[in-house]
């Protein structure tokens, strides 16, 4: 064997060697969500156990300032930002009223390769749907639970999803190592749909954008590129449409808006209708709060109506 | 010499040479907690000072929401996170109402091989009684301090502790390296101990549970085991306990409470009496805010007894 | 060739190799900033595209409290903490009322070799003076922009600036390509200088301390020292000063308050003057809060004297 064989020889081993400081399954990435609060150490026992499985993790914060107790809010976080993260991220998510209650641990695989951990309460609502399921297990926590922790029944945020999470990502374990496969199926909440209904868009205020008080609507903007097809319009921008919304059939606001590119396009403290980051419908005032001003939340009772003017 | 055995000593060698990436004697881990809040620049300088040292460390957060100047939180929450880090894991903890004064500099190695970088303040109390006293150094300022900081007296959490504990965590320095050893001990703050007075529980509330509103005591659950022993229950859950609370001396509270296994055993907004991830007894609302709900608060003047019915 | 020799190739071809994963241009650190908050998935989608760009970077953070729509402060806490970061780390700025409208995406390359993504909006008003331009280049965004965002006109923050922050922190783009050069200049926002005037210092109240109601100035203690040199103290400290505030010409305060090396040097509760760890003057008192007592904020209405007595 020559010298030069002997190097290309060596040279792929090691490259296959230290290939392997990589991450089989996983991609080396997990992103944590709560509803604990950044003030107490709870958020930082998960990360501490992550990095303890394999201090080679990247360890990753979605928000923890979820409402506490408030699935619905969680299950949003999550479908609008997956998208975001690379295939085989693995999210730990812990919004867990039922915590020691017979609520299955599970992590959900999507058919975009992204992995969920969390407790299968209704958390996996919108990743299930917009992301489609291609796997959901049951965690075996015989197996898949932090050594020493038996005694305690009421982290299991800490004790059995950041340690399944990081195992995951770590490829510590196999997906199917996570515990035996269920239905292709999650606990769903319901919610109502958007849709068009002869000439108006009807669909649900799922969330608040809380920084801006934006109010954001479940209803995509393709929606409305149906509905305003026919008119030929040269630009939607600009154009005037009635917006209303009602709680639980309780009329709230009436006004009429217009549809702009950007916040820039009113003048300071004028209301918007505008495309969000999720590339649905929203409602702003440029430079201050339109939920505030005009008494709006999220939540499954809210509706609202648009119609082109 | 073989090609083989050429290819096997090349091997380890570069085994070696690329183990040295990893960290000598601290993990490369490095956990800040300090008092500044996360809304201006303190928390983000310092981890710019530790990757400044070595970009390769991983920087992570306990908290920084320690109310302002309270060292006996800062102390417990070290003491409630510490053991879920991995071995060698540096912690730099910054609740520090002397700046400037003559309290010591101190990096407090305890027996579970953590490191401890702060002001000898009373933040370590509880991490030095939980994991043992190895070794205390005092930080000589001289050689462990930002380059260029010299003029600044009032951000040692930057220039002095985020620096030192870096280059320990990073192994740009060894222990050895951060001053002169000390006396085995650490500054403790007085706190009422949990034990057994014939038939009754008695402790302390250490510190409540920010997000929920749950009153977490210093009784372990090995007490309640060792006092209910002889009463040969076949399992405490569900089990009645009188609860009582008071406040230097005066009277807050007395409710007959079950102990349950999870917050699911009782109905919504019932309390119950349970194992928090501490080990440790705690009190709870299912689903609601103990604390606020009987204004009770966390401190050495507090105190909890526990009485089997 | 001996085996040696062969092993001594090997080793430095390696070295090379295993070097690559360094990074060219930037130096893998990415630090973000905006009035986005924590509450919701806005800087997590931001964390997600940049380890979707390359999962090797460090996704640190400056803080995202700034107050929404604040410019100045989002430039104030950049200039308090650029220097604290190593050189070439990239710093995405995220502070963008102006979303959509005219204003200019750059990437600022100071002479200190630090980067700044950002709209040009005023947030590079303190680091381009303090820093020094070294390059100013307009973000191309045909190119540096996430492929399937175009259709999201509202969070240019994640699809232009996590993006091509990432990108040039990961080199996978140099400083070129970024976009065509522009002239070295940026928006600046007007602010009043510090300055000694006869026998006073004068300057403005740029910032808070917000953990504490510290009231930072931005009179640097090299004037101070310039003001006191013809006294021939021994020493500054415990020297006493008048010290002035006023807001838009209107008195608010006049106090004799001593110069003290930290808050050590005044009892609780006592207001001293000292060096804050930007080498400014600023106001505190001993464990309680200067900026609540006196009703002081932060602005460039705000002027400040300070007379020897």
New interface residues.
Partial sequence: ?S?TK??N???M??YI??SNLAFANG???V?FQS???????????M???A??VD?NL????????IP??NIWEGAY?LD??AN???AD?VFVSVVD?????ERKSVVLKTKSNHYFVTPDNGTLTLVAKRLGIAEVREIDEKVNRLKGSE?????HG??VYAYTGARLAASAITFEQVGPILAPEVLSIPYEAARIDANKLIGGIP?L????GNVWTNIP?SLLLSLTKAKNYTTLYTQKFLVTVSQAGKFVLAETISFE?????VNEGQPLL????L?NLALALN?ANFASKFNIQAGGEWRIEIVPK
Same sequence: chains 1, 2, 3.
Avoid: C
Wanted: no cysteine; proline share 4%.
């Fill in positions: 064997m010298a002997i190097f020889v060596i040279v081993a090691l060697q230290f991609n080396g990435i992103v509803d604990f609060g950044l003030s107490d150490q709870a958020v930082s026992a990360h501490g156990v990095l303890g201090k990247k360890v990753e914060d979605l928000t923890h300032d506490a107790y976080r609008a930002v975001f993260w690379p991220t009223p039922g915590v020691g209650s005694a305690s029944h009421t982290f800490r004790d969330i954008d809380p920084a801006y903007m590119r950007s916040f820039a396009g505008y495309v969000n980051s590339e430079q």
